[in-house]
């Protein structure tokens, strides 16, 4: 049974950074996209980063230069070090994890997640950006 925990979100002034992190168990796929998407009150879930199994990453324009995704396969984690917050970034945060994915070249966020079913999501974990 996959399971996705998220810890690290809390509430920090604008220009603040924090790191979320997303501690995967069971999940065993060879070729695979984990990322992290966030989703706002009264807005769409959005993705914000994504790494996979060639350690290839792809971000949302809004994120780019601030955000940064990276993952340690031997503790199974993922991680998302988020630096300049704003308060539009003020979201619940989650991991997710693939039980499909086609791989090969993404030239964007948005390709990347053409091709790949997140079929796995952690429960989130909420940040808030004070002006």
């Known amino acids: 049974q996959v399971q996705l925990v998220e810890s690290g979100g809390g509430s920090v002034q604008s220009g603040g950074s924090l790191r979320l992190s997303c501690a995967a168990s069971?999940?065993?796929?060879?070729?695979?996209?984990m990322g992290w998407f966030r989703q706002a009150p009264g807005k769409e879930r959005e993705g914000v980063a994504t790494?996979?199994?060639?350690?290839?990453?792809s971000y949302a324009d809004s994120v780019k230069g601030r955000f940064t995704i990276s993952q340690d396969n031997a503790k199974n984690t993922l991680y998302l070090q988020m630096n300049s917050l704003k308060p539009e970034d003020t979201a619940m945060y989650y991991c997710?994890?693939?039980?499909?994915?086609?791989?090969?070249?993404?030239?964007?966020?948005?390709?990347?997640?053409?091709?790949?079913?997140?079929?796995?999501w952690g429960q989130g974990t909420q940040v808030t950006v004070s002006s």
């Open positions: 790494i996979d199994s060639d350690g290839s990453t």
């Open positions: 997710a994890a693939s039980s499909y994915y086609s791989g090969g070249y993404s030239s964007s966020i948005r390709d990347t997640l053409l091709k790949a079913d997140f079929g796995y």
């Open positions: 069971g999940y065993t796929y060879s070729s695979y996209c």
